[in-house]
Every structure is written in C-alpha cells, then in structure tokens.
C-alpha cells in the first residue's frame, strides 16, 4: 500500500507517535532513539557527529515542548508530509515541524524530519 492512500486520520494516528517519539529522544539527547524510525537513506545521510553536537548544544532542540498542533498534511509520490505548530518549554514563540513519511521494507519510516 502507497501511504498516500491512508486517510489522514490515519496518516496522523502514525505519525503523531512518530513525531512525538522524535520529540522526546531530542530532548533527553538519544540520538540512537531518535534515529531509530529513519528510512535508511536518511540514516545514511545524517552525520552522527552533526547531529550530536546539534544535541549537545541546541536549547531548542532539547526543550521541545510535547504539545503539538498538526497542521496539515501533504501527499506526493510515495511520501506523505505532515507539518506540525512546534513550540518550546524555554523559549518563547512557534517552530514549523517538518515529518516526512512513507513506506520502507512493509514498515512506516521517516524520510524526512525537521525544525524551522
């Protein structure tokens, strides 16, 4: 089945926990946890190193408050995007969420995953 055939009640179901699973290895700094749900083209892609150090040393990146808002969702080709109302538990204002998903060997993956 092509993701982008789920309903987007569906779609949210999936990637809510995704996201949220996301958000609190990012905030407890476990780059094992939170890389654990990529494709493995993204896990290729992604400098551990990079993304240590963005843990190390983003308070963004680990104060992502657990509230979150979807904002909607996008279908293309063989992946869905859904875009998320970010916020902080330190820093006052909204981030864009960025959580691309589709199908890799029978299982939902994230393709994409990202803080604006």
Do not use: C
């Not at 308070?59 to 998320?84: F, N």
């Amino acid at each position: 089945m092509n993701i982008i055939e789920k309903t987007d009640e569906e779609i949210l179901a999936t990637a809510n926990l995704l996201w949220r699973d996301l958000v609190k290895a990012s905030n407890e700094g476990k780059y094992g946890e939170f890389a654990k749900n990529f494709s493995s083209s993204l896990a290729r892609a992604i400098d551990q190193v990079v993304a240590g150090h963005q843990f190390a040393n983003s308070e963004l990146a680990r104060s992502l408050s657990e509230e979150i808002d979807s904002l909607g969702i996008i279908r293309r080709g063989e992946h869905v995007t859904v875009l998320y109302r970010q916020r902080s538990t330190k820093k006052p204002g909204e981030w864009l969420g960025r959580l691309v998903i589709g199908y890799e060997d029978g299982k939902v993956r994230i393709f994409g995953a990202s803080i604006f």
